[in-house]
Protein backbone atom coordinates (compact mmCIF):
# COMPACT_ATOMS: atom_id res chain seq x y z
CA UNK A 1 0.00 0.00 0.00
CA UNK A 2 1.45 3.72 -1.01
CA UNK A 3 0.09 6.67 0.91
CA UNK A 4 0.01 10.20 -0.42
CA UNK A 5 -0.81 12.86 1.88
CA UNK A 6 -1.39 16.34 0.81
CA UNK A 7 -3.23 19.53 1.67
CA UNK A 8 -1.01 21.41 4.16
CA UNK A 9 -0.43 24.78 4.40
CA UNK A 10 -0.70 28.19 6.84
CA UNK A 11 -3.59 29.03 7.92
CA UNK A 12 -4.97 31.51 10.63
CA UNK A 13 -6.01 30.64 13.87
CA UNK A 14 -9.69 29.61 13.54
CA UNK A 15 -9.06 28.96 10.26
CA UNK A 16 -10.19 25.56 8.45
CA UNK A 17 -8.01 22.83 6.13
CA UNK A 18 -8.67 19.76 4.65
CA UNK A 19 -6.19 16.74 4.48
CA UNK A 20 -5.82 13.85 2.30
CA UNK A 21 -4.79 10.72 1.94
CA UNK A 22 -4.59 9.00 -1.43
CA UNK A 23 -4.13 5.11 -1.54
CA UNK A 24 -3.12 3.07 -3.67
CA UNK A 25 -1.32 -0.59 -4.61
CA UNK A 26 -2.84 -2.73 -2.86
CA UNK A 27 -6.35 -2.96 -1.88
CA UNK A 28 -7.42 -1.15 1.22
CA UNK A 29 -10.64 -2.66 1.78
CA UNK A 30 -10.05 -4.35 4.67
CA UNK A 31 -7.73 -1.44 6.18
CA UNK A 32 -7.54 0.75 8.77
CA UNK A 33 -6.52 4.09 7.80
CA UNK A 34 -5.16 6.98 10.79
CA UNK A 35 -3.62 10.19 10.80
CA UNK A 36 -0.83 11.01 13.10
CA UNK A 37 0.64 14.39 13.75
CA UNK A 38 4.27 15.10 15.33
CA UNK A 39 6.10 18.45 16.34
CA UNK A 40 10.18 18.53 16.26
CA UNK A 41 10.86 16.80 19.54
CA UNK A 42 7.86 15.07 20.07
CA UNK A 43 6.87 11.36 19.66
CA UNK A 44 3.68 11.10 16.75
CA UNK A 45 0.44 11.72 18.29
CA UNK A 46 -2.35 10.20 17.13
CA UNK A 47 -5.47 12.65 15.65
CA UNK A 48 -8.24 10.22 14.14
CA UNK A 49 -8.84 7.02 12.90
CA UNK A 50 -11.08 5.30 10.53
CA UNK A 51 -12.22 2.30 8.89
CA UNK A 52 -12.29 1.87 5.13
CA UNK A 53 -14.79 -0.64 4.30
CA UNK A 54 -17.11 0.51 7.32
CA UNK A 55 -17.89 3.58 9.21
CA UNK A 56 -16.41 2.98 12.72
CA UNK A 57 -14.32 6.45 13.48
CA UNK A 58 -11.88 7.60 16.31
CA UNK A 59 -10.61 10.95 17.45
CA UNK A 60 -8.00 12.16 20.13
CA UNK A 61 -9.41 14.24 22.78
CA UNK A 62 -7.59 17.57 21.49
CA UNK A 63 -9.41 17.09 18.35
CA UNK A 64 -12.86 15.80 19.26
CA UNK A 65 -15.30 18.08 17.67
CA UNK A 66 -13.00 19.99 15.39
CA UNK A 67 -11.79 17.28 13.31
CA UNK A 68 -13.44 14.91 11.14
CA UNK A 69 -12.03 12.13 9.44
CA UNK A 70 -14.09 10.60 6.09
CA UNK A 71 -13.25 8.31 3.32
CA UNK A 72 -14.50 8.62 -0.28
CA UNK A 73 -14.41 4.87 -1.70
CA UNK A 74 -14.55 6.41 -5.39
CA UNK A 75 -11.28 8.30 -5.37
CA UNK A 76 -9.64 5.72 -3.01
CA UNK A 77 -9.47 8.99 -0.38
CA UNK A 78 -9.08 9.57 3.50
CA UNK A 79 -9.83 13.18 4.47
CA UNK A 80 -9.01 14.78 7.54
CA UNK A 81 -11.66 18.00 8.12
CA UNK A 82 -9.59 20.31 10.29
CA UNK A 83 -11.98 23.37 12.02
CA UNK A 84 -11.48 25.74 14.43
CA UNK A 85 -7.64 25.52 14.18
CA UNK A 86 -5.41 26.72 16.93
CA UNK A 87 -2.05 27.28 17.34
CA UNK A 88 -1.04 24.00 19.16
CA UNK A 89 -2.53 22.19 16.05
CA UNK A 90 1.03 23.13 14.33
CA UNK A 91 2.70 20.24 13.32
CA UNK A 92 3.70 17.52 10.11
CA UNK A 93 0.80 15.27 9.73
CA UNK A 94 0.93 12.03 8.48
CA UNK A 95 -1.31 9.15 7.27
CA UNK A 96 -1.13 5.50 7.64
CA UNK A 97 -2.39 2.26 7.57
CA UNK A 98 -3.07 -0.76 9.17
CA UNK A 99 -5.14 -4.16 9.18
CA UNK A 100 -7.15 -4.22 12.38
CA UNK A 101 -9.31 -1.58 13.61
CA UNK A 102 -6.92 -2.51 17.47
CA UNK A 103 -4.22 -0.40 18.95
CA UNK A 104 -5.28 3.01 16.98
CA UNK A 105 -3.27 5.20 19.00
CA UNK A 106 0.52 3.16 18.68
CA UNK A 107 2.07 4.79 15.62
CA UNK A 108 4.17 0.68 15.57
CA UNK A 109 1.32 -0.54 14.84
CA UNK A 110 0.61 1.22 11.83
CA UNK A 111 2.33 -0.68 8.88
CA UNK A 112 2.22 1.65 5.74
CA UNK A 113 3.09 5.48 6.42
CA UNK A 114 2.74 8.14 3.76
CA UNK A 115 5.32 11.36 3.66
CA UNK A 116 4.32 14.21 6.04
CA UNK A 117 2.38 17.18 5.23
CA UNK A 118 2.69 20.70 7.15
CA UNK A 119 0.12 22.34 8.67
CA UNK A 120 1.27 25.81 10.11
CA UNK A 121 -1.69 27.86 12.20
CA UNK A 122 -0.95 31.11 12.75
CA UNK A 123 -1.97 32.84 16.22
Known amino acids: VQLQASGGGLVQSGGSLRLSCAAS????????VGWFRQVPGNEREFVAA????????SYADSVNGRFTISRDNAKNTVNLHMDSLKSEDTAVYYC?????????????????WGQGTQVTVSS
Open 96 to 112: AAKPQWLRLTTPGEYDF
Open 25 to 32: GRTVDNYV
Open 50 to 57: ITWAGSLT
